[in-house]
């Protein structure tokens, strides 16, 4: 990005104060989800343990199926990695929210072959949805997120403000969800 593009953003963040807030609140939600999955659960592959030990607890609350409901009606997620184009998983996890995850009281129609790309996520719906917002939110780290031109300003500050969404309700919930899981271990 060069720098008459990076005042351009910022000036048109000025005048967006809602775009510049959702930003950095996403910013500020991952960095202290960040901080508890490293804490909890070393290593890595964090959102594989905390769907593990959490997931169905979060994926079980109405507001987390509203917003996957949501966010299932977006194409699949670019990669800053991958030319803007979407990774593999990114597409089985956004297609698995559209078809695999009753989300929907009638199917969602089936463009191409995205069911046969969906059905190969192996893992669970809040997975999913997690994969999705870590993807806005590396892009957003990343500096990928930061297109002036519509429509894409407009679906990035969407996309942002679902993800928010996501881990405000994760963070909002998180005691009684591990109070929750203690419970069933005993």
């Known amino acids: 990005m060069l720098a008459t593009q990076i005042r351009l953003f910022r000036e048109k963040l000025a005048q967006d104060k809602e775009n510049l807030d ?3 609140t996403l910013h500020e939600h991952y960095e202290w989800l ?3 999955w490293q ?3 070393k290593g890595n ?25 949501k966010v299932a009606f977006y194409p699949p997620v670019g990669s800053s990695k991958n030319d803007f184009q979407p990774s593999i998983s990114i597409q089985r996890a956004t297609y698995f929210l559209r078809y695999f995850s009753d989300l929907f ?3 969602f129609p089936d463009t191409s072959n995205e069911k046969e790309i969906g059905i190969l996520w192996n893992k669970s719906s809040f997975a999913a949805l997690l994969t999705i917002v870590k993807q806005v939110r590396d892009n957003l780290f990343h500096g990928r997120k930061m297109e002036l031109e519509e429509p894409q300003y407009t679906r990035n500050k969407e996309l942002i403000t679902m993800c928010v969404e996501v881990t405000t309700i994760i963070l909002d919930n998180l005691e009684q969800a591990e109070k929750n899981y203690a419970q069933q271990r005993v």
Request: aromatic share 18%.
């Open 45 to 69: 592959n964090h959102i594989d343990k905390f769907d593990k030990e959490l997931g169905e607890y979060f994926w079980n609350l109405k507001q987390t199926k509203t917003i996957a409901y």
């Open 39 to 41: 804490n909890r659960f």
């Open 34 to 36: 960040e901080s508890y």
């Open 22 to 24: 959702v930003r950095r």
């Open 105 to 107: 009281e009638e199917e």
